[in-house]
């Protein structure tokens, strides 16, 4: 029954008003904690509205499982709520308009700043209320200065979460970055000329692409390593033949691989590795730009 159904969602918001709520702002004060309560309210009526005729809820009875809204990000007059509901995940974005908070849209999966856009949300917000939501914070260390250029390119053009360091290897030498840049993918070329061909003029790449069922190690001499936030990795030392391949480090962090090929990093092995997992741990700690 209907009515039944109303009685339990009531039951399960209070029950749920008194849970925890976990948040990206480390220093909560009382206008904050009253904001984020009217946004959970807000947020689990839509879903008992949205998903209270599926299977969650069985017909003419009262569903054991109840919405739970797991975390908020407010950012300016938006709000971005990530919650589950069983088995099922996900996020819902709203906006404070005249003191009332307001669903703008709801999905199972993760929203993307595309997607906002097209809501009405300015992609630069979009984006911010996305990065802080996954760790970025508002003292946030500036990026590189190499990839200052590049990156309101990869802002505009791309859904990844773009991960780029904070501190980089001085060269002698002037760095060419060449993109490649679509809505799921990003590819960065390092050249040591502007239109560089061949191996000679290669400097190396950083990437990002949608994560592979399987990782298989490139080579024996692929080794895992821990990097920042206990994030798994894997690195590749330079192979040297007729000519000498890259360092590599990759991790996988929100279904996508993340990759940072150089040349001519360290003097021996041991240099060679520390270098790249300090250049790994300066994007994974900066947080997605």
Known sequence: MKVSRLVGYILSLTILGTSPLLTTITHPNPAFAEET???????????????AGISLVPQGGVSSITPEVTKITLVESYALANWQWGNGRGETVLINQNEQWRVIVGSSGVLTPSTLVQYGIPRDLARKL????????????????????????????????????SQFPSSKEKIY????????????????????????????FLSAEPVNSVYYPRNWFTKEVTLAQGIQGYFTPKLCN???TPSIIQWMWEDRTYRIALKGIGRDGLEEEAIMVAIANSAIEAGPR
């Not at 309560?37 to 998903?51: C, N, P």
């Not at 840049?181 to 061909?197: D, E, G, M």
């Open 37 to 51: 309560s009217a946004v959970k309210k807000v947020v689990l009526l839509d879903l008992f509205q949205r998903l």
């Open 130 to 165: 996305i990065n802080y939501d996954k760790g970025a914070s508002e003292e946030q260390p500036p990026v590189s200065d190499l990839f200052t250029t590049i990156l309101p390119q990869l802002q505009q053009q791309t859904d990844v979460l773009i991960l780029l360091p």
């Open 177 to 204: 970055l060449k993109s490649d840049i679509s809505n799921k993918n990003y590819l960065i070329r390092l050249s040591l000329t502007p239109n560089c061909l061949s191996t000679e003029c290669d400097f190396g």
């Open 242 to 244: 007729a000519s000498c």
